[in-house]
């Protein structure tokens, strides 16, 4: 497994850690195929009970790494922006992977979740986060829409109301806020989030594991995911191509306002 992400077993507790804090985190192709790895794998230890996904250094997640779409042609040919259908998909995969692991997930979230970052948390059965924390959908900002899940999800999550205004801004919300939205499980103090989600897993390991994972898999169920997942791809297969999508990536590579033309 790629040192993008480390995974550890104390007993019953799997930790799975997004390992780039030079890069705040920020999410590759690479990085996408070591957390692919990792949830598979973590199902297959023996005695796994439950999964913890924390980020290394400042925060979570920046969200992607927009850098990396440097890299995709090599990953998904020269025409991936003709056809980004592949691409969406793979990605939408190892999401959704966290979403149909077995073993509960737990998200602990520090610093900031942004993005992809955020879509991946979503993905996540629970979503503990440090006081402060900066949460966030900021695709907009960027000329495309959140694809990876985060649209459907967020939706599902909160409510179409809450979930058009966090993405039509493309604004960010710190913890508390998020927790009194519904989008995350709790905010706590940033000293007390291992051992919260410590504390959380070892109530989910006092019931019986087979019981938790049909639970969890019917609760999943109730919720048209798969539909949500197709409309977003679509969605994104539009903007990729447009000339707002370069401008945005340029502005935000450059931190600087992007000069929007509707096209």
């Known amino acids: ?31 996408m195929e070591a957390l692919h790895a990792a949830i598979i794998a973590a199902e297959k230890l023996a005695g796994a009970r439950v999964v913890l996904l924390r980020g290394e250094g400042s925060g979570f997640s920046a969200g992607i790494d927009l850098l990396g779409f440097q890299d995709a042609a090599g990953e998904f040919g020269d025409g991936w922006r003709d056809n980004l259908f592949p691409l969406t998909q793979a990605y939408q995969a190892v999401v959704s992977q966290f979403e149909r692991c077995s073993l509960p997930v737990i998200a602990l979230l520090h610093g900031y979740c942004l993005g992809l970052g955020m879509e991946l948390a ?25 694809d990876v899940g985060g649209t459907t999800r967020l939706a599902h999550l909160v409510g179409p109301a809450r979930a058009k205004e966090l993405i039509l801004t493309g604004r960010s919300i710190e913890a508390q806020q998020a927790e009194q939205w519904g989008m995350i499980t709790a905010c706590v ?15 989910i390991i006092l019931a019986a ?7 969890k898999r019917v609760i999943n169920d109730l919720s048209d995911t798969t539909r949500g997942l197709q409309l977003e791809a679509w969605a994104q297969s539009q903007l990729i191509r447009t000339e707002d999508f370069t401008t945005g990536a340029q502005a935000m590579l450059m931190k600087q306002p992007a000069d929007w033309k509707g096209r």
Not at 20 to 31: E, V
Not at 133 to 139: I, R
Not at 189 to 203: I, T, V
Request: proline share 9%; glycine share 6%.
């Open 1 to 31: 497994m790629a040192d993008h992400v480390v995974m550890n077993q104390r007993e019953a507790l799997v930790e799975i850690i997004l390992n780039r804090p030079d890069k705040r985190n920020a999410i590759n192709w690479p990085m």
């Open 189 to 203: 103090p940033a000293d007390d989030l291992p051992a919260r989600g410590a504390a959380l897993a070892a109530e």
């Open 209 to 215: 594991p087979l019981a938790v994972s049909y639970a």
């Open 122 to 146: 979503l993905a996540c059965d629970f979503r503990l986060a440090a006081e402060g924390t900066k949460l966030g959908l900021p695709e907009t900002r960027l000329g495309i829409i959140p």
